[in-house]
């Protein structure tokens, strides 16, 4: 996409979030996010499908991230390791836009029907670590389980960070990994 | 509830899933979920709010056995070990609705209003168990990451079972948190 398309697209994620905190999701209009973009109505629709998808295109960034680093990280590294890496690597998707990332967070959690589209986009991301996991040779059901438990230590570190940002992304993600690690020592005694 | 009340919440879940399978989710009405259960229309919203909660109503049952079990484990196990044995008690709800619990899913599967809904109950389990973490003594950090990532591993397990019946649900729960604790140990080398 040439560098204007890359503006309109950022100039009607952040009108569609002005707006929806405004005037509340129900009430704002696509046309009324274009205006307020300054783009044509039907630059809308080139860009996003509807006005729920706005709000939720930068996980698509978060989620390539991922992937590419997965995908390119040493066949030598443990799986947890490799997760952990992939997540700081792109934490700095989070972190460029952590003041619209707050009142986002604040919007989906007002709005239910949003809450479930972005649970939704967990499951999308969750299952394209799942195929990265695969593609470096874990069988199926470890890949499936890695990237399930994976995301959901990242969700709860990334809450931590929105919450309380005296610690980096960085920091949060290292601890719940380390936590994790913590969680599930005592699994290993068990018969199995 | 009086036992007619339970039979009438039964007869309309079965109805539902019939008509849903046989018609599709959207075509089917909540009057004719009742004819089908045969009760009164009304008897449908004295149990349900809407065509879709009929479905999930199973997800309750399964969260209350999950928190009583939770709240009922000895003070000195260890958080996963109480998690594992909360699962392994309340796999029964699963397991005695096996046939209609497939159908379940291949619905949901095929239906994305459905999907979403799926999730949210997901994220309200987690958050009941997170709670009940807590009420044992652990620190919310760690109770809502405990939760997260032992309803992810939970969930695995069942969409392992539901796959593959060929061994008990209690058996794929004791490998997924087997797994969990293999995948996990590595991150205890790593600096903190």
Do not use: C
């Amino acid at each position: 996409m040439p560098r204007s398309g890359e503006d309109a697209r950022r100039r009607l994620q952040d009108a569609a979030l002005e707006l929806y905190l405004e005037r509340g999701y129900d009430a704002t209009t696509t046309a009324a996010i274009a205006a307020r973009a300054g783009v044509n109505h039907r630059t809308f629709f080139r860009h996003f499908p509807d006005k729920r998808e706005v709000l939720f295109g930068g996980e698509d960034d978060l989620r390539r991230e991922i992937e590419d680093s997965l995908l390119s990280a040493p066949a030598e590294q443990a799986t947890a390791e490799v997760l952990l890496r992939a997540f700081v690597a792109s934490a700095h998707v989070l972190e460029d836009n952590r003041e619209s990332g707050i009142a986002r967070l604040q919007l989906i959690a007002a709005t239910p029907a949003l809450q479930e589209r972005d649970l939704a986009k967990g499951a999308t991301i969750t299952a394209s670590i799942a195929a990265a996991l695969e593609r470096r040779g874990e069988p199926t059901d470890i890949a499936n389980l890695a990237a399930a438990v994976g995301w959901a230590t990242f969700h709860r570190a990334a809450s931590d960070w929105i919450d309380d940002p005296a610690r980096s992304l960085e920091q949060y993600l290292r601890s719940s990994f380390h936590a994790l690690a913590d969680f599930a020592g005592p699994l290993r005694s068990l018969s199995p």
